[in-house]
């Protein structure tokens, strides 16, 4: 039995070693290093072309800080979106919500996991809040170009209605280490998801899948990827655990192949690129 049902989830009944916590660790805070943290930082967005391209100075926190963070810790949309809206209501500038709230509370995050004082799930849902903040506040990164000597672009991301990140984390680590650009999407719902593959582009989009429910969806969800993507040679794969127990064609889910084995994956993906790309 593989470690990992191909895109993201443990296998049932597997109990991962005491070392793999520690890869998970170390996974999350290169993700929040490298991915999450930046984009919460793209100040790009807050000044115009005329304005000088040098991002400012760290703000200093604001006394919400606290407050809003525990509320992501505890995965209390309202309560962060509260805050959120008093701030508004009471003038603060956007941008200032940006770079004063929602990014310092995204390295809090990943301070309170490097020392052991939160678990994986209040991350990752805490990080799910922040996402949907930046997208509330209109800040989505900006379209990339694709260069045809660029390593491969991937985006990760669990089926809408489930977060089970732990083992996706793991997946895109095998990925960054066989030399591809990836990005774990942790967006929660379809309209992100086709916002996130609208604004960069994506040789290949990996769907995890955990719940029988999902399937139903999946047709749909993968057209209306196609449609929005960059890239009109996206390709799309799924994985997750509820594929070692359903056998099913990828064909039949709109889907260019379906992956259960985490280690055969990079190679499998590699695989779509290159015949993609000769088309």
């Known amino acids: 039995m593989s470690e990992f049902n191909g895109l993201g989830g443990h296998a049932y009944g597997y109990k991962p070693p005491p070392s793999l916590g520690e890869e998970c660790k170390e996974s999350l805070l290169a993700t929040l290093e490298k991915q999450i943290i930046p984009r919460l930082l793209n100040v790009q967005h807050f000044f115009s072309s005329d304005q000088t391209p040098n991002p400012p100075a760290p703000a200093a926190e604001l006394p919400e800080f606290q407050a809003f963070t525990q509320h992501c810790l505890k995965n209390d949309s309202l309560h962060a979106n509260e805050v959120v809206d008093a701030l508004i209501a009471g003038g603060t500038p956007q941008e200032h919500i940006f770079l004063a709230l929602i990014a310092p509370a995204a390295r809090h995050l990943g301070v309170l996991w490097e020392q052991d004082l939160c678990d994986f799930t209040q991350v990752t849902c805490g990080l799910a809040i922040m996402h949907q903040m930046i997208y509330r506040l209109g800040y989505e990164s900006p379209a990339s170009t694709h260069e045809q000597d660029d390593k491969e672009r991937v985006m990760l991301a669990c089926a809408p209605g489930s977060q089970h990140f732990l083992g996706l984390t793991i997946v895109a680590d095998f990925f960054r280490k066989a030399g ?25 989009v990996g769907i995890s899948v955990a719940l029988d429910a999902q399937l139903s969806t999946l047709p749909s969800l993968i057209a209306h990827l196609r449609k929005s993507s960059g890239n009109p040679k996206v390709r799309v794969v799924l994985g997750g655990p509820i594929f070692s127990i359903k056998t099913l064609s990828p064909m039949s889910l709109g889907a260019d192949a379906i992956l259960t084995d985490a280690r055969d994956a990079v190679g499998a993906v590699k695989r779509l690129i290159r015949g993609s790309s000769a088309r």
């Open 180 to 204: 591809a650009d990836v990005v774990l999407e942790i967006s929660s719902t379809e309209s992100e998801l086709l916002r996130a593959v609208a604004n960069e582009w994506f040789d290949v």
